[in-house]
Nanobody, 120 residues
Framework: VQLVESGGGLVQAGGSLRLSCAASGTIFSINAMYWYRQAPGKQRELVTT???????TYADSVRGRFTISTDNAKNTVYLQMNSLKPEDTAVYYC???????????????WGQGTQVTVSS
């Protein structure tokens, strides 16, 4: 299973970006997908989660500004980021909890990360 992120870049404070993460390979089901971020010198933190039934959670720092969504037919997760702040600057990673076959145990897979830079 591979996860490929796209959509990062440089944006001014107050602007918007939309990240995408597409999962490919042998996939029976995806039970949950996540977005994490890691700023320089800081630990990786969980930003948002979406389950297979559409339940979502958000970190307090992004609630009301970021929205996670999925296209299940494409095994793709999106992160719409609005009202961006300089403190949102980080490498953003997606993660998926995947069962490769109906008999497989669930495993977590990570994308390679995409840089988001918000200038003040």
């Amino acid at each position: 299973v591979q996860l490929v992120e796209s959509g990062g870049g440089l944006v001014q404070a107050g602007g918007s970006l939309r990240l995408s993460c597409a999962a490919s390979g042998t996939i029976f089901s995806i039970n949950a997908m996540y977005w994490y971020r890691q700023a320089p010198g800081k630990q990786r933190e969980l930003v948002t989660t979406i389950t297979s039934v559409g339940s979502t959670t958000y970190a307090d720092s992004v609630r009301g500004r970021f929205t996670i969504s999925t296209d299940n037919a494409k095994n793709t997760v999106y992160l719409q980021m609005n009202s961006l702040k300089p403190e949102d600057t980080a490498v953003y990673y997606c993660r998926a909890d995947v069962r490769a076959t109906r008999f497989s145990a669930e495993r977590g897979f990570w994308g390679q990360g995409t840089q988001v830079t918000v200038s003040s």
